[in-house]
């Protein structure tokens, strides 16, 4: 295995993966505090490109600050990079850490477009070492709870999935939202049941897509306005390699609290199920017979939330103990073409091919 190498060092550091942080956002305090749960993982620093930012964060989790991604990389203890940098500094940072030789974990997407996101993918082969890439939401209970009993055959030949993604107004909650217009409701939300039903169905051969901007004149919450000029609104017919069917609807303007919520529904001959929730822990997973109503057939209360480190601890168990981990970095790559695909799609009013794929664990 590629990896046999790295793992062998790993060992003997009595089983514990030394991990660095880079990018100090939003997310990164959840990301840490899963992290340090972990005696699998030790937390060797952070850094960002914004260096007040990063000292407060390191001061905050008493962790150390490097002045640079450089500095890190140098740093021969560190085995494994968490990328949470904005969306458009991705491939650069990734790049820049599998060159260096580090397994890394990104947040997504991989990359903004599939030429790069490949590259990335064989780049991690070629140096024998790891790239893991969000959403990893699928490794949750109620999403493999759903995932099993798909498995098991009792909805029958599926031939039809919904998946509804309404995020709301980045700029009534987001302190920067401007980047993620940029890269569209698809690439920062759409990815989280696309990952789900590709890695369930396998991967999409064509794609067809409609795109619009609903509402294109916005404001920060300091009342700063900016203007889109990308599709706020995607909805994509996907096509998968084992001939289902998936209707993606992904925007920034309705809320989750929408009657329509943000779920998915798969369609079989013999029975229907609803899975409420693709990215937090909490839910339900619902079983309709045909022309029947729903009945729950598992259920997680609680709070939205969501297991930021659940991701990177999945990597770090398959480097400790030799196997493959769920969030490929050629599954990452492959999303990264549909999104293309769907955006291609809509600008052209095409049918799109989509010609990558992955092994699904």
């Known amino acids: 295995m590629e990896t046999k190498n790295k793992i062998e060092a790993r060992e003997t550091t009595n089983g514990v ?132 009993h798909i498995l098991n055959g009792a909805l029958g030949e599926i031939r039809l999935a919904y998946a509804e993604v309404n995020w709301g107004r980045m700029e009534t909650w987001h302190p920067n939202p401007a980047p993620y217009y940029d890269v569209g409701p698809l690439a920062d939300v759409g990815v989280y049941p696309l990952t789900f039903l590709t890695a369930v169905f396998g991967p999409v051969k064509h794609v067809t897509s409609y795109g619009k901007v609903l509402k294109s004149d916005r404001a920060t919450m300091e009342g700063e306005p900016f203007s889109l000029t990308k599709p706020d609104f995607l909805v994509c017919m996907l096509e998968h390699s084992s001939g289902v069917l998936t209707r993606l609807t992904a925007n920034f303007y309705v809320t989750h609290s929408s009657k329509q919520e943000s779920g998915i529904e798969i369609h079989g001959d013999k029975a229907s199920l609803f899975l409420s929730n693709w990215l937090w822990t909490n839910g339900t997973v619902e079983v309709a017979e045909f022309d029947q109503p729903y009945k729950t ?57 989509v010609t990558s794929i992955f092994e699904p664990l």
């Open 17 to 148: 993966i030394t991990v660095g942080i880079v990018g100090t956002g939003n997310i990164a305090s959840a990301y840490v505090e899963d992290l340090e749960a972990s005696p699998d993982v030790q937390i060797a620093g952070v850094t960002d490109t914004d260096l007040e930012k990063a000292t407060l964060f390191a001061n905050k989790h008493g962790v150390t600050i490097y002045d640079n991604l450089e500095a890190m990389l140098h740093d021969d203890k560190v085995d494994l990079i968490v990328n949470l940098t904005i969306h458009h500094a991705h491939y650069a940072v990734n790049k820049a850490c599998l060159s260096a030789g580090k397994h890394v974990f990104s947040e997504k997407p991989l990359a903004l477009n599939y030429e790069e996101a490949k590259e990335l993918a064989d780049l991690a082969k070629a140096r024998g070492v790891r790239l893991g890439v969000a959403p990893f939401s699928f490794l949750y209970d109620i999403q493999q709870t759903a995932w099993q």
């Open 297 to 353: 057939i598992f259920e997680k209360e609680g709070h939205e939330q969501a297991h930021w480190g659940k991701g990177v601890l999945d990597m770090v168990a398959g480097i400790l103990e030799n196997k493959p981990h769920h969030t490929s970095g050629e599954h990452a790559a492959h999303i990264v073409e549909v999104l293309e695909a769907a955006h291609r799609s809509a600008a052209n009013g095409e049918v799109v091919a």
